[in-house]
Every structure is written in C-alpha cells, then in structure tokens.
C-alpha cells in the first residue's frame, strides 16, 4: 500500500499521472452514487432543482441552455443564507459550475475556499478510477490508485473507496497477497459498525430510534474474500488464534470478531463462525429484524 507523505491534495498527483501515461483525455465522470458514507453532491447538469418552485429553477434552466454567463449573474445576486438547506447545496453545485464555465477564477476559488476542495476533487478521482475498472483499463487504474500519495490522510468515504478500489483491482489482476491486505483493512472498517463514527451517518433515528442498523456480514463480499484467500494461504488457523486473542483481551473488538469468524469460514467451520457473527447486535439474520441503514450501497 503506498505510505508516501504529501501535503499535496492527492488528486494533483492523479492529473501528472494522467498526463504522462497519455489518458487524460480519456477521463470521464459519470453519476455519482452513495457509498458507505455521505452521498458526494451530483454535478447541476444530472441533479437540477426539484420543482418549479425552487427559487434556484432559473439558474439550472440557464446552465442547461448553456448561459452559464446570466447563471452566474443571478447567483451572484443571491444570497445562499436566503436559501433553503437544499437550495443552498445546489447553490454551491451551479456556482462552481457557472465560474468554470466563464472563466472566473476569482470567483471559482472563492466558492472552493471551504476546507471541502479536496474531498470533493477525491471523490470524483475515485468514481474516474471505477470508470477504468468497468472498462478493464487495469493499467490506468493502477495509475490513479497509486498516484493517491497519502492514502491515510483521506476522509472516511474516500478512504473506503480506495481499498475497495485496490481490493478489486488486485482481484482482477491476481495479485491476491496485496488483494488481501485491502480486503483486511475493509474487514477492520466494519468491524466498527456499531461505534459512534460509523452510526453518525448509518443511524436511522426516525424509523429505529437509538438502535444500531444492521448488516448482512454473513454475505459481504470482502468477508467472503477473506475467507477465500486465507483457506488459498493456509493460514486461516494463525489468524483465528491471532482474532481469539484480542477477543479474550477486548470481547467488545468487532474487528477481531470478523476476522475470527471469516477464518473459520476459511477452515470449513460454518456453524462456528455463524455463532461468532450473532454476537453483533447489528449483524443480519434472516430470524432477526433488519434495520436498514442510512446512505449505504455497494461500492464499486
């Protein structure tokens, strides 16, 4: 996994990158979809304002027409703080597009001056490197992955997306031993289901109150990588030893639980690993109420 250390925003790496391999002109973006975290914001042209009433209509109508030129005349004499909250994202979403599209560089910066810039050019790099998968352009995928300098400074959806990114990657390409390091680190991940850092954007309050939503971890495909590759290695035995011990120091270490229970699997022990599994409150059974949580897909 790369380790390199940059303050550099990861995707200015991704577009030298893209340049020096001669597929920059090959880059396209498509819809965005919600993935394990926050939904990314769509680009206008795909999410335009809901309904006639929208007090924004008229500036997705002019960015539609191609007068990004009067859009941005009538954002700029509107104030977000007038908007609703879902106006006021749109805002954001038609300015930045109607300052790119004249040219307005003080005005683009200014729009991006917001902590976000970053996070929201990853998000896009991500969905980009997704594209070059579902192409079976492994080569320029790589190039991408591997242009992310700083993988560990990444927000918590885009860091996801990364090794869920470089676990298919290596899939496909066969090399399994880094394909496991990645799928480890997803099994890690969710292993903190029921913690506070994930329940904060997976938490359905209004339909389950303060319980925990849930998740089908006994049909989750990293889980079931793992259990592949550990019965391919041979080590399915040491890591269940490895598991037991932290379990036997932290019983409350989901992690642990999963790779304990994915390594049984590994072995052939079926039954073992199930009973392991129903120690989570919040994992899916078919005897057992399922609380489906917020902004959560499959991903890639």
């Known amino acids: 996994m790369p380790s390199r250390i940059s303050s550099r925003p990861p995707f200015l790496r991704a577009a030298a990158a893209l340049l020096l391999t001669g597929v920059a002109a090959t880059l396209v973006v498509g819809p965005l979809l919600p993935v394990w975290g926050q939904t990314p914001t769509a680009p206008a042209t795909s999410a335009p304002a809901t309904g006639s009433d929208s007090a924004l209509r008229p500036v997705f109508e002019a960015l539609r027409a191609g007068r ?14 007038s908007l609703t909250e879902s106006d006021a994202r749109r805002y954001q979403q038609y300015a930045v597009q109607a300052a790119l599209r004249t040219g307005d ?36 995928a790589r190039v991408l992955l591997e242009s992310v300098e700083s993988p560990e400074e990444l927000s918590e959806v885009a860091r996801r997306r ?22 480890a680190k997803l099994v890690d991940f969710v292993g903190q289901w029921g913690e506070s850092q994930c329940q904060a954007c997976h938490a ?5 109150g303060t319980a925990v ?24 035995a040491k890591v269940l ?43 899916e059974f078919p005897d057992r109420e399922r609380r489906a949580p917020m902004q959560f897909a499959p991903f890639p």
């Open 68 to 81: 990004a030129d009067l859009a941005a005349k009538m954002l700029k004499a509107t104030s977000p703080a």
């Open 105 to 140: 560089r003080a005005w683009l910066e200014a729009l991006n001056d917001d902590g976000a810039k970053a996070s929201r050019a990853t998000d896009q790099l991500m969905l980009t490197i997704r594209r070059f998968l579902e192409a079976a352009d492994y080569k320029s």
């Open 162 to 183: 990364y090794l869920q990114l470089y676990a298919r990657l290596e899939q496909l390409t066969g090399n399994h031993a880094r394909e496991r390091a990645y799928v």
């Open 204 to 208: 359905d309050p209004k339909k389950f």
């Open 213 to 236: 939503t849930t998740l089908d971890v006994s049909h989750w495909w990293a889980g079931e990588r793992l259990s592949r590759l550990l019965a391919q290695h041979g080590d399915a």
């Open 241 to 283: 030893a490895d598991a037991r011990q932290r379990m036997a120091a932290n019983p409350a270490d989901g992690a642990a639980r999963l790779r304990a229970a994915f390594a049984l699997r590994a072995l052939g022990r079926d039954a073992e690993a199930e009973s392991l599994l129903r120690h989570l409150e919040w994992a």
